[in-house]
């Protein structure tokens, strides 16, 4: 296992990776490695990162509270990609270690700072904390000085693999909420395809970005996708949002900060989040292929 020190970071281009053992962070590493980029891989020392180092990364085992550790990280690295979050922990990890990441970025003399932010962020949802965050940390790094590139995807479809891993073995969906509200799920692949090509295309600097799928879905559309693909007649539960809310107020007595959490998850579950025609022919043409479908994601990744 390599674990570096700050002392022996290698004086030449280096990519640093925040939540790199995550599902966008893993594809973050995987694609720099073939294209024998150097790349640092932040990782907790609990993550799963053996494939990372396998591929040829430089492990940071560290943790994104300590200002130290990121400091040591931001050492002789020329970008720096965003691309952590927490479910329960918006304020400590998607607030304050990406202001952290930001100046220690700066200090560093990063060349280009790329910023994983979420489609809405600028809708002002109260009751939303990573919204918050990620707006909040957009506006800091637009105000920073550094070169930069905010993207604000929609859904991630990696997220729906272990759904339809569920649906292969049983046939059942659970949909909460709406099933008419609306999304362009983009593919996870395509999404760090674009995140890594930032740092080299001229007009994506200084720019914050919407990136969503090439399909406006309804969110009724995916066990029909998954049905399609896995041979199953779909069997969708479609409890109303207020299931959620009195989880929520139980959640509360005795974790405020998974209350916090699941605020967000409302805020995703019922309201529309997609990309007009014309956004997503602008990340098309300014990153220069064609955005894969949900479809043809779940087709690679299912085996089918």
Not at 167 to 194: C, E, K, Q, V
Not at 242 to 261: C, E, I, S, T, Y
Request: net charge neutral; aromatic share 8%; hydrophobic share 40%.
């Amino acid at each position: 296992m390599t674990i570096l020190k700050w002392a022996i970071f290698p004086a030449s281009i280096m990519f640093l990776v925040t939540g790199a053992s995550g599902g966008l962070g893993r594809r973050i590493v995987r694609l720099l490695r073939e294209q024998n980029e150097p790349v640092r891989a932040f990782v907790r020392l609990t993550s799963r990162y053996k494939e990372l180092e396998d591929r040829g990364a430089d492990i940071f085992i560290g943790n994104l509270e300590r200002d130290r550790d990121i400091q040591k990280a931001c050492q002789n690295v020329q970008y720096v990609i965003s691309a952590h979050g927490s479910d329960s922990d918006a304020e400590t990890l998607d607030y304050r270690a990406n202001l952290d990441l930001i100046d220690n970025a700066k200090a560093a003399g990063v060349q280009h700072f790329v910023f994983i932010s979420v489609l809405g962020a600028e809708r002002n949802y109260e009751d939303a904390p990573t919204f918050k965050a990620k707006r909040a940390v957009e506006q800091y790094l637009e105000a920073s000085g550094l070169v930069y590139t905010i993207l604000r995807p929609s859904g991630f479809a990696s997220n729906l693999l272990p759904l339809a891993e569920q649906f292969r073995l049983t046939g059942m969906y659970l949909l909460i909420g709406n099933p008419a509200n609306h999304s362009s799920i983009i593919s996870t692949d395509d999404l760090a395809r674009i995140t890594v090509d930032s740092v080299t295309i001229s007009n994506a600097r200084n720019q914050t970005l919407p990136v969503g799928g090439p399909e406006i879905l309804e969110r009724g559309d995916i066990p029909k996708i998954f049905g399609k693909l896995l041979h199953r007649e779909p069997f969708v539960i479609n409890p109303p949002v207020v299931m959620l809310d009195g989880v929520r107020a139980a959640v509360g007595l005795f974790n405020p900060k998974l209350q916090a959490g699941l605020g967000t998850l409302r805020t995703l579950l019922t309201n529309e989040f997609y990309c007009t025609p014309a956004e997503t022919q602008r990340i098309e043409m300014l990153y220069n292929f064609k955005l894969e479908s949900l479809e043809s994601f779940l087709r690679r990744y299912l085996a089918v």
